[in-house]
């Protein structure tokens, strides 16, 4: 339960404070992304994809450490 109410407060405050940031009005887009280590309840996601969030958790970016790791960058 608490994991829901602290991924709920971190949403919530993305949507308010979006409100005090000039974003150049219809100029340009913008996107919101959060990223979680252990991933979202069927609701969280449900809620943020509504909205346009991109969501995002660790097993996404796996493949981006592979590709570095081959690539010998490391």
């Given at each position: 339960?608490?994991?829901?109410?602290?991924?709920?407060?971190?949403?919530?405050?993305?949507?308010?404070?979006?409100?005090?940031?000039?974003?150049?009005?219809?100029?340009?887009?913008?996107?919101?992304?959060?990223?979680?280590?252990?991933?979202?309840?069927?609701?969280?996601?449900?809620?943020?994809?509504?909205?346009?969030?991109?969501?995002?958790?660790?097993k996404d970016?796996?493949?981006?450490?592979?590709?570095?790791?081959?690539?010998?960058?490391?």
């Amino acid at each position: 339960m608490k994991k829901i109410i602290v991924n709920t407060i971190i949403v919530v405050t993305i949507i308010i404070n979006n409100r005090f940031v000039d974003w150049y009005g219809e100029e340009r887009k913008e996107y919101f992304a959060v990223f979680l280590r252990k991933g979202f309840t069927k609701k969280a996601m449900e809620f943020g994809r509504g909205r346009g969030f991109l969501l995002f958790t660790l097993k996404d970016f796996d493949c981006v450490e592979r590709d570095y790791q081959a690539s010998g960058s490391n």
